[in-house]
């Protein structure tokens, strides 16, 4: 598996320079300079490019098969990302997110966790609400701080 790839790249050396200079991908950058490796002559053997790169002998052989069915345009494409979905929508948390802003706000991400069930119908963990809100949403409750009774109102307008 590892012997010279049988491959005719059709860019010139200047060509796949200039198109590695493009790349904002590490990924596509990968790919590129295994096709600038192997045209330059500086690797001969899919053993010496996977080296070089660091990535696996199966991995340089699918780059080579995209290249050879559809050329460079091919090898770059964005492929499509696998994965479970994400349970709530772009909808959704840009609501939620109108939802954050409004000055009365949430109390408490129990209280999220029954807006989203019984206005929208999602019914999630609550740990899931707590994770959209505070790291995808990056936003907080609006909870004011805890004051004492005892505290006298012309000391905090003094302050």
């Not at 001969?44 to 070089?52: A, F, I, L, Q």
């Amino acid at each position: 598996m590892s012997g010279r790839p049988h491959i005719k790249i059709t860019e010139s050396v200047e060509d796949l320079r200039e198109i590695l200079k493009q790349q904002k991908r590490i990924l596509a950058y990968n790919k590129v300079q295994m096709l600038y490796l192997f045209q330059s002559k500086q690797v001969e053997t899919v053993r010496e490019v996977s080296t070089v790169l660091g990535k696996g002998e199966a991995t340089i052989h699918r780059w080579l098969s995209q290249y050879r069915k559809g050329g460079l345009e091919n090898l770059l494409k964005n492929r499509q990302v696998f994965g479970r979905p994400k349970k709530f929508s772009v909808e959704i948390a840009a609501t939620l997110q109108q939802e954050l802003r409004d000055p009365e706000g949430f109390k408490s991400y129990k209280e999220v966790h029954l807006w989203l069930w019984l206005i929208k119908g999602i019914a999630s963990s609550y740990q899931a609400v707590y994770s959209l809100v505070r790291k995808e949403l990056k936003s907080k409750l609006k909870i004011p701080r805890p004051r004492s009774i005892s505290q006298k109102s012309t000391a905090i307008n003094e302050f």
